[in-house]
């Protein structure tokens, strides 16, 4: 069975969980009613399975062609599926209408985003990586530059890319070494060799504009001298149009073991001429704004892998007949049953199911923090929101890339032999899932950012923001006896999540090797306080609607999910919080020699 | 830095820890003193880490080629280094004397099978199977058949094959169609289709033997009627060379996500002659005695792929340099540290190590027993080993394969970027291992396995026999307060296990599900408690060292790998327990239709 986007989900968390509607009083949500909203998804479905999903496989097998002239030519459809989408408009979604964006929530963009992730992942890299290029530009240059280059890219005919990694740095930028030249009329001369650009090369759309980190001739050292720099690969013309070509050129392409249709260059700038963006030596911090963009995105892509390998392991057990359930026939007219009827083939479904239903919960919930932080009038429900955004970030990206890629490695795993064989997308799904927990910042990257700094910024301000909020929910339902479970298992974990970060805090001053050793099983039971938070936020809206009288079985099956969750993925916190609390001497006491 | 054979823990094991030279009135042990044992490790490691590991990444990237003729050409120097191991007697290692083997113990040639599996798991698996099918041959068929057959297959000149999954059946067998039509000369004509034959078709010996389950006319459905065949490409003439072609083919390969070295074949036999292996209708016991020999073997791939891995991320964790420590720079002459400082990557490291490490002692632990079960002389010995072997198989696939492969996860994870490339060995690793969760049983069939037969055989005597066996070592060792920690992680975890035993006891009985339910959580459970074991054997043995003076900084090492256990991967044992006392319920009641 093909994949089919969890439209219903979307709803669900839109209208009834979320209730975007009540934020109709801010740009944008005014427009987004839910008519409007079931009317964007359905189209959005339709685009995305109908036309991105088919492309998946092809993609997978054809890669992208690398050819000595410098040039690189996508799989095939790609190019007529990009055309497709940029005709459409999905990709200025809730860009800024100033430069031709829709302007809705972001919340939405992020239903489309998944969607076009579980359907193609390598496709929605390059509209992807555009979209959060759009974002640094519009949030970092000068007018004039954005006028150029902004209605191009929220159009899509234009597209953007990040250039960070060398050869010699990926994680420690401080030691860049691509140098920027100025040059008498304001623009920049760059040369140096960037690696593992997505998209830095492809035969999608007309223009490419590379976001380049370098170091202008007698910058500071280290990451103070690090400057950001917009280097199109034809340079703009006065009306607007690509012109002469820009002296930089895709060199390579990395063979790697997934997101083959999306082109993965090592990308040589040869006196490239370049232009600035924002200050001198303040690159790195508007190339956050793309980077905290890409974390979230990824965290979704995370997500989205997952989803894609829930449905087609469950479309397989339903399917696959082998065996007989342990409490007798259930398909007696046939020589066997299909294999959903057997309880392990389930725990490694509903694992998915549970992971993926509340981590999608979490990154719309934090989506709509981010639309509240840019948008909403108050100023204290803007810091909140603010804070969440960048407390949640790297949880997101680093505890539900995790779990989507078990996800799929479990979806793998229901296929039997079937899913080991490149005929079914399993092997796929699995290949291009792993990716995730690696770019824009390792996992381990984010958990250190997440205790490191995160925890720490405003005197803890955003976490003591999230356990109030907690504590606040779980104050106002007490005593409700349906959802009793779903509060139990919320306040439990929101205690060891405490306990940790009381923990960190004694512990990872003195010894920041203490808040290192820690830092991975802290984000996990960060993400799993997350989670259940999310759950029962759920099952609240969903009890209400079963005590309202809604039959839809919908409602039940988030109950029954969200009870799994609870018992099965749960019990999870407490071997984290053991684990981190034992601290670094057995990690850090081992000569290195001994490795 | 390429894969070293990890000698000094095998020899810390077989003479440290199991002491094999104490068997040495068994026969096959007089004749491996540890100096013997010493020049053989030496020599397999020379052989696997010089001739095999090289073609490794060759067999990934050519493959096997099919040709419309039916022939499959393995990959460059496939053909020479297989030459070079049947020249240097590697397959017979442990094979009886009485068929050309050198008659070693098993224990022995399980350190063989791991460099070699960790050196190319692909190349690997030819000889692997043969020494599975003739050790099937051997137990199973007519004295005329093992001396036409056992000589060539366990010298390596001709090969064997498994031949028990169709498309319409894999686990469950009794759904198999291919169907045997007696002759009047005795042997039988097999017509049907398999596939997923390992090693069906290549061109590195001259004949392949290929062990094939089928159902005589008139045999009873399902299970109970299916018989074994010996069905050789080339019929072995008169001379005992090959002869005639026989009327099978393979008919083509499959595509794979990994183990591309390995020719995977779709098996086309048609009227085919075979001859009958055992009696009619009993093919199955016979070939589960090469299943369970091939169930070892896997969970060896889990631990050799992991080691491979391991060692990679190692040195590349020794050599990136990226960043400075979080105390301040380790390497201030350098612009960064090398990224083994930093404790979220020695926490993969050491994860990886400490299951690897404790998981070849398991391995080994049992192999020793499935020495004293073939020739010790006190049956209660030989029952007691026998007991083991039965219990311990499941665990040791199902366990160390899911941590063999999370250790390939991790590994790739250490190396960042460069690990998703296929520049580096890290992605072969994580998609070659991938397929050992998978065949000759899932891991859900292993864990299916040791709840539903292997525990509840001969009213439970085996488990109870490995839990008296855990008291005595606890009760041996009470009061040495140098072992404690190691004492009282084993004595938790033994409870836990018992309870969850108990629990299934009460529990599974009346509800099949309930079973079914908890056995992944429980086999995991298992492998924690076994590996817990054989820490508290390890640090016993090298605390003795260094009491004994004895300055080897390995000792040093094995206690702080044991502490990490202790410390950082014994902790899941309660989450699993909580988790399989969950019951069935959450599991079992969600409708087919809500997934």
Redesign the interface.
Known sequence: MAYQPPVRDYTFLLRDVLDIEKHANLPGFADASMDVVEQILDGAAAFTSEVLAPLNSVGDKQGCKWSPDNTVKTPDGFKAAYDQMVEAGWLGLSSDPAWGGQGLPRVLSLAYNEMSSSANMAFSMYPGLTHGASEAINYGASEELKQRYLPKMVAGTWTGTMNL?EPQ????L??LRTKAVPQADGTYRITGQKI?ISGGEHDLAENIVHLVLARIEGAPAGVKGISLFIVPKFLPKDDGTPGERNSLVCAGL?????IHGNATCVMAYDDAKGWLVGEENAGLKIMFVMMNEARLGVGLQGVAQGEAAYQAA?AF??DRI??RS??GPKNPDG??D?I?V?????????DS?AVIEGGRAFLFWTALHGDLAHSHPDEAVRQKAQDYMGLMTPVLKGYLTDKG?KAC?DG??VH??S?????FPA?QY??DC??A???EG???VQ??DLV?RKLAANGGRAVMSFFAEIDGFLAENEGNAQLKPYLDGLAGVKAQLQEATFWLMQNGLS???N???A??DYMHLFGLTGLSYMWALMAKTAQAKIDGGDAD?FYA?KL??G??FL??IL??A??HL??LK?G?D??????????
């Not at 740095?169 to 420690?172: L, N």
């Not at 990395?254 to 997934?258: I, Q, R, S, V, Y």
């Not at 057997?342 to 509903?350: E, K, S």
Request: with cysteine; aromatic share 6%; hydrophobic share 35%.
């Open positions: 990694t740095c990926g994680t420690d401080g030691m593992w990395e063979e790697k073991m997934g469950a057990a339903k082998q065996g342990l409490t020589p066997a299909p959903i057997h309880p392990d083939v389930r725990r490694m479904l509903l199911k890629f490695v793998m795993q039997g032999g899913g080991f064989t490149e005929h092997s699995l290949r792993r990716i927990l690696i770019y390792t996992n381990g958990a250190l490191g010894n920041p090797d808040a290192g050793a830092s991975t079985p099956g029954t999910t009870r799994y018992e099965r019990p999870d407490g071997a053991t684990k034992a670094s057995a990690i850090m006491s081992p000569p290195v020699e001994s490795f």
